[in-house]
């Protein structure tokens, strides 16, 4: 139920999208990379509140991924029903962003109150943004290579943002608040906030919504109701908790691994996880023109075998010997973003173009916000196992010498836990049916459809 459009998409509107995702991920890589961090060695509290914390309040929020997606299915306003959602939530995500990352002088109870009344507060904010800008995603064209392109700059984008945050935050920290980490953390997102602010505003001012598709009436049982028809859209959200969960369990152990398994300085710690970003934007790049030459559920299938054969490896290489290690860790990232950045979203969309062609309903936000709930239970179990095997292996925070159950729980976390994952998104996907040749059909299909109901 679309207009067909089939626009080119200006290198700057795919900027300008991309802009968006750097925003969130502004907000959300400092949350996988460094808030159990800041909890345990920062703020001070248990670890194994932290993970508790974790699962509970982003289980919560992910329940209402689907109201979210509802909601913005429905929204009607002159800028189209998910762009406004940009400008409404820029500022106070900003906001929620400094607010999670100050520490005010409480007891251990006040302190536990406010962790958990901020981070759950802007999980929801995070919500409210993230579905429509993803769902922005699916209606600015139905033209395939257009949506890889804007999805290749997206990647690049929030790659960029995570390099950003990976290298410069604990210097940062440490210069800010001159010794005082909590005091540095909290001026450090003052200026990351207000960046991610600006940019949420470029976006929106900058992209257009051009798959227009007709109001709905129907209650949120019933657009719950009709998703659940889609087999390929309950087989995508699978997929998506399965590839981004080792990049998140990883993400969150990282620095752990850094700090206490190779026993590295805070500066080889930052150039190890800008390094790590910086393959990942390069497997942003590889995706577009890797997909334009073959089948991108071929390429996706493939590259998740080799990435559990990789981190297998990970396993047996000894963390001293720099050279393999960092080999490893240097593909596994290229490779990682080249199948779980553009090449999942794409398949997120051909979901949604897939469930118009088939039900002649297009439910674009309730279709991203369960690829979303599904992105957040994976950061929900990923940061709960972090910190709960943290806890029963007998982590001390700012101890140099860890006991050995930890360092290999740490190298675990970092290595056999993502292959697993890995493995079964290889499996998983041989049931998926949305290859090109038939993606193809369905574009034309749409067409066809639209052409008719122009002519009655």
């Not at 998910?82 to 520490?103: E, I, K, N, Q, S």
């Not at 599904?374 to 806890?391: E, P």
């Not at 292959?419 to 998926?432: E, G, K, N, P, T």
């Amino acid at each position: 139920m679309v207009n067909f459009m089939t626009d080119t998409i200006s290198r700057k509107e795919k900027i300008s999208y991309g802009l968006g995702d750097m925003a969130s991920h502004i907000g959300l890589d400092n949350v996988i990379i460094f808030l159990t961090f800041y909890y345990t060695d920062v703020v001070g509290l248990p670890a194994a509140f932290v993970g508790t914390m974790f699962l509970l309040a982003r289980t919560a929020d992910a329940i209402i991924d689907p109201a979210m997606g509802y909601i913005a299915d429905r929204t009607r306003t002159r800028w189209g029903k998910f762009r406004p959602w940009l400008l409404w939530m820029a500022f106070p995500f900003g906001l929620g962003a400094v607010l999670m990352f100050t520490t005010p002088d409480l007891s251990m109870n006040g302190k536990i109150i406010y962790a958990w009344v901020t981070y759950l507060v802007m999980s929801l904010i995070y919500t409210a943004i993230n579905i429509p800008y993803c769902s922005v995603g699916g209606v600015i064209t139905l033209n395939q290579k257009e949506r890889m392109g804007c999805l290749s700059w997206r990647f690049f984008l929030n790659g960029l943002a995570t390099l950003i945050i990976s290298s410069s935050i604990l210097p940062l920290t440490d210069w800010l608040g001159n010794g005082d980490r909590a005091s540095g953390f909290q001026l450090t997102m003052i200026i990351m906030g207000g960046a991610a602010t600006l940019m949420f505003l470029f976006c929106f001012s900058s992209i257009k919504e051009r798959v227009v598709s007709v109001k709905q009436n129907e209650s949120l049982k019933k657009d719950l109701r009709d998703i659940i028809k889609n087999d390929q859209w309950l087989l995508m959200i699978s997929i998506t908790f399965l590839n981004v969960f080792p990049a998140f369990i990883r993400g969150g152990v990282t620095i752990y691994y850094a700090t206490y398994v190779m026993k590295a300085s805070v500066g080889f710690i930052t150039f190890f996880m800008a390094l790590g970003v910086a393959c990942n934007m390069l497997g942003s790049v590889l995706a577009k023109p890797l997909t334009d030459r073959f089948d991108k559920l071929a390429l996706f299938r493939i590259i998740n075998i080799i990435l559990g054969f990789l981190s297998l490896a990970l396993w047996f290489i000894d963390p001293q010997s720099l050279t393999p290690l960092m080999a490893l860790f240097i593909v596994i990232n290229v490779l990682h973003l080249i199948q779980s950045g553009p090449i999942l979203w794409a398949m997120m969309s051909d979901v949604d173009d897939y469930g118009d062609w088939k039900f002649g309903k297009r439910l674009t936000g309730i279709s991203f916000a369960g690829n979303l709930f599904m992105l957040k239970m994976g950061l929900a179990v990923a940061g709960a196992i972090v910190a709960w095997i943290l806890a029963f292996t007998g982590y001390i925070a700012n101890e140099p010498q860890q006991n050995s159950q930890t360092i290999q729980g740490i190298i675990m976390m970092f290595s056999l836990l993502p292959m697993v994952s890995y493995f079964i998104s290889a499996y998983l996907v041989r049931y998926f049916k949305l290859n090109n040749a038939f993606l193809e059909k369905i574009k034309a299909d749409l067409a066809k459809r639209e052409l008719e109901k122009g002519r009655g």
